[in-house]
């Protein structure tokens, strides 16, 4: 999350995780860190559950799925399928 576009750097973003939990049918923030060497091209830090529940930015990463959730039918079929 953070600013892209032209001029941007991996310094302007962060990284935030999200799982599916199937039991609860729903998503819940985790703690990101573990999967910054894997997207450190496209962000410099990653953010700890705690830094995200509670805060603004809780509100904006959980839209972001939910758009992407009733948009994706992939992602519907695999919500589906579990």
Request: aromatic letters at 10%.
């Amino acid at each position: 999350m953070g600013e892209w576009g032209d001029g941007t750097t991996p310094d302007d973003r962060f990284l935030l995780s999200m799982l599916f939990r199937r039991a609860a049918n729903s998503f819940m923030v985790v703690d990101a860190a573990p999967g910054l060497e894997k997207f450190k091209d496209l962000a410099a830090r990653a953010v700890s559950r705690d830094q995200v529940i509670g805060y603004p930015v809780a509100r904006y990463a959980f839209m972001i799925v939910d758009a992407i959730g009733d948009d994706d039918p992939r992602v519907a079929d695999l919500v589906a399928a579990c």
